[in-house]
């Protein structure tokens, strides 16, 4: 009996455990685990376990601690055998459950460091909010819509809006080609790679908002020296099952739009659709169009994690060009024209599918799969001597066919290492295109026929076939490193492969300026180019305050040459066969408010690196005829100042009031450009085209109770079309090269809102001004394209 009873008392056990970080259950690492009665303690292995060996029966406290962990204390008892335990711990950083913050937007400013999928930290942006403008929206008027965005120039040829044309620092503005423009995330241009031209631009009444990214964006979304160009339309509406919005305008010169969405969720299906009709007989003569566009977002909510949507964009255009003047047939009248048979049209049909997941707070997925299947028709009569009357002749009918598609996948992670906060972003891309170049022979009629007259090869006019196929792999990683709660650092990095073909025939017939064949150029071509890179770059943020926001970055940048660089007939243009790609850099640095809109401001610098930049020289062929040759031009620089400042006058002088607000703002860039290097005689020192020394955008805005005016005046300064900055063509007739002469434009809109009505007007180019902002090679010229004169513009809208 003594001997039995002996053993229960001195009787060892074993107490062993595991210890589990929540809410994932992951094993933690070198936790210390402490045992209070007995005064002793272990770390955990690898896997997060534990033992404590030789423990009489009794009972105890269990003290777990780690770093950035709370401490939990645990009681533990041991009975006449081995115990095992579990310990969780609960990080002291709380992980909150997903909340929707509703806020007021403002006008404009920027985006925030992450925000949809993508990283913006130390990156210079900006977003206008379309809803928030008193301007026309009808006729998508750009100098408006997008008054302060600091830099920006502006192709106005086209006054109801159909395309949208902008560039800045010294981009060609031609269909916003430098940029990489996208609707939802997803690439809208005629082909991304090969042909970067946007001749789709949604309409402004159905955007929610529009984000521009500048250089930086070339590690995200592709590599154009531009950057991003995002079009965000509307979402459906959480809280009805219907809305309806219907927009009726009117204006001048025969303009008529017609716009109509329905918008509404229905369980866990959310839809948001509109249907828009356009048409105008145009400010010039012979400048006429019909337009219809039509799109469709449907989503469906397969969990609270998981959403799948689907998109698909209509849109159909017929538009007739009045064609380009000389500079003396402008001085004489800007709204004449001798083109009556040019026309244009355009058929673009986009489709997306995109699914998003959410693994947790701190973690999402998300996938686009994009396709599109466009045409682009031209067909009119275009000799290089724009004077020259129309001889009624066989027309020149040159059709664009794009069939591309691709795939963008994004993965964002929110992470800790140590105390550090960090955000990873990783993503890839594969894009294909294949694009379909023909060029012959039209009818001799006047209406829109866009049909080859028997085989369209070797005719009297120019004639080619080629097939451009493309393909392109990208992938793409930036983290932003937050070294303290106002210092981060962001680098990235992204690598390309791009595979570019050329296969085709062309046949050019060299003319004087009286039209006669004086020699016939045949060119076969079968070239496939192949290249890879890796483009990196750095961005930096720092915020002294919660309302002061400093960043800078830097950026590599990247522009392949596209078919239109490769081929093109133009009885005005010739291109260099040794084209290459062009490389270069962008940076930033600046200071902007957050938190703010009292006064809201945006003060930076950049400086904008462009080797082998691709341009246009002033040229004569050996029958005197004034050409543009496009070809690599040197290593050119931008530099400058972009300030953006608006202040909202009762907030600043703290004057009470709840029915009055008014605001004033300025946008001013200055630049400074030049060629450093070239090969080419006359263009070292020269000033880079498409920059105007001076961009100021400067407004006012005031309302009472829900009447609403602004007023704007746009100026810039002159700038050149060309290399050579040359101050006219070499025979005074083409006017394809030559300055474009400043001008200043003044705009005034008001609104008004009465329940389920709203009220528009418009008065564009107040003051009448003649003025052009484009001389064009090709469509819809060549030569002198004016923009349009004072137009007023009544628009109801009900919104039920």
């Known amino acids: 009996m003594v001997c039995l009873v002996s053993s229960n008392l001195f009787a060892q056990y074993n107490l062993s455990g595991i210890v589990l970080s929540l809410p994932d ?25 534990f033992e404590f060996h030789d423990l009489p029966a009794g009972q105890y406290t269990l003290v777990t601690s780690f770093l950035e962990y709370h401490t939990t204390y645990q009681k533990v008892s041991i009975n006449k055998n081995d115990t095992y335990v579990k310990v969780c711990m609960k990080s002291v950083y709380s992980v909150l459950e997903e909340v929707v913050v509703t806020h007021k937007p403002e006008d404009e400013g920027h985006l ?24 026309n ?14 830099g920006l120039n502006i192709y106005e040829n086209d006054g109801a809006g159909l395309q949208l044309s902008i560039g800045g620092r010294g981009l060609d503005p031609n269909r916003t080609s430098n940029f990489n423009v996208r609707q939802n995330g997803y690439d809208i241009s005629a082909d991304a790679l090969g042909y970067p031209e946007s001749y789709y631009t949604p309409p402004v009444e159905a955007i929610e908002k529009i984000q521009i990214v500048r250089g930086a964006a070339s590690l995200q979304y592709g590599t154009q020296f531009g950057g991003l160009l ?52 145009g400010w010039r003569p012979n400048s006429g169009f019909n337009d219809f566009n039509f799109y469709t977002n449907l989503n469906y909510k397969l969990s609270p994690k998981s959403t799948l949507g689907f998109d698909i964009t209509i849109m159909d255009y ?6 380009g003047l000389n500079d003396a047939m402008f001085k004489q009248d800007p709204r004449q024209s001798n083109r009556a048979r040019n026309w244009f049209k355009v058929n673009w049909n986009l489709a997306a599918i995109h699914f998003t997941h959410k693994f947790n707070a701190s973690s999402e997925f998300n996938i686009r799969m994009f396709g599109l299947s466009a045409s682009r028709y031209s067909l009119g009569f275009r000799p290089v001597r724009v004077e020259s009357p129309d001889d009624n002749s066989k027309r020149d009918l040159i059709k664009g066919e794009f069939n591309n598609w691709g795939a963008e996948a994004r993965y964002l992670k929110r992470y800790m290492i140590g105390s550090k906060n960090l955000v990873l972003l990783v993503g890839g891309r594969f894009y294909h295109g294949l694009n379909h170049s023909t060029q012959g022979n039209g009818n001799a009629g006047n209406d829109p026929n866009f049909n080859y007259i028997e085989n369209y090869k070797y005719k009297t006019l120019s004639s080619s076939d080629y097939r451009f196929p493309n393909n392109n792999v990208a992938l793409f990683a930036e983290n932003i490193i937050y070294l303290s709660d106002k210092f981060s650092i962001t680098p990235g990095i992204r690598y390309e492969y791009i595979n570019t073909t050329s296969d085709g025939t062309a046949i050019s017939l060299v003319t004087n300026g009286a039209g006669v064949v004086r020699d016939t150029l045949t060119v076969t071509e079968n070239r496939t180019n192949s290249r890879q890179f890796i483009l990196g770059g750095i961005g930096f943020c720092y915020r002294p305050t919660s309302r002061i926001n400093t960043y800078a970055n830097i950026s590599q940048n990247y522009r392949s040459i596209t078919f239109s660089d490769m081929q093109i007939i133009n009885p005005s243009s010739v291109i260099d066969p040794n084209l290459k790609d062009e490389r270069g850099y962008s940076a930033d640095i600046g200071i902007r408010s957050e938190q703010t809109n009292a006064i809201i401001y945006d003060l930076s610098l950049f400086y904008v690196n462009y080797a082998n930049r691709i341009g246009e020289t002033l040229d004569s062929d050996k029958y005197n005829n004034t050409l543009r040759k496009r070809g690599n031009i040197g290593e050119a620089v931008m530099m400058g100042v972009e300030c953006y400042l608006e202040g909202e006058f009762f907030k600043l002088t703290k004057i009470k009031t709840e029915n009055w607000n008014a605001s004033a703002f300025i946008n001013l860039a200055l630049i400074h450009s030049k060629y450093l290097k070239s090969e080419l005689k006359r263009v070292k020192g020269s000033q880079v085209e498409f920059v105007p020394k001076v961009n100021l955008k400067t407004g006012l805005r005031v309302g009472y109770k829900n009447l609403k005016a602004s007023f704007q005046i746009t100026h810039l300064s002159d700038q050149f079309t060309d290399a050579t900055n040359a101050t006219s063509s070499l025979d005074g007739t083409s006017s394809v090269m030559g300055p474009i002469p400043a001008y200043t434009i003044m705009d005034f809109s008001m609104s008004y809102e009465y329940k389920i009505f709203k009220l528009e007007g418009s008065v564009n180019n107040l003051a009448n001004q003649m003025y052009f902002t484009r001389r064009a090679t090709g469509y819809p010229g060549p030569g002198i394209l004016p923009s349009d004169g004072r137009g007023f513009y009544l628009t109801l809208q009900v919104k039920i």
């Open 137 to 150: 929206l009808a006729t998508n008027n750009a100098r408006q819509v997008y008054s302060r965005v600091a």
């Open 230 to 281: 995002n079009f965000i339309l509307r979402k459906p509406v959480e809280d009805k099952k219907i809305q309806l919005i219907a927009r009726q305008s009117v204006g001048s010169y025969g303009f008529y739009n017609a716009f109509t969405s329905l918008s509404g969720t229905v369980g866990k299906v959310s839809y948001y659709s509109f249907f828009q009709y356009k048409r105008a007989d």
């Open 112 to 135: 925030r460091a992450v925000e949809n999928m993508g990283i913006y930290e130390g990156k210079k942006s900006e977003v206008i909010v379309p809803d928030k403008l008193t301007v």
């Open 318 to 323: 017929l538009a007739q060009q009045a064609g």
């Open 25 to 49: 259950s992951s094993s933690m690492k070198n936790c210390n685990v402490y045992l209070n009665e007995k005064g002793i303690s272990v770390s955990t292995d690898s896997l997060g376990r």
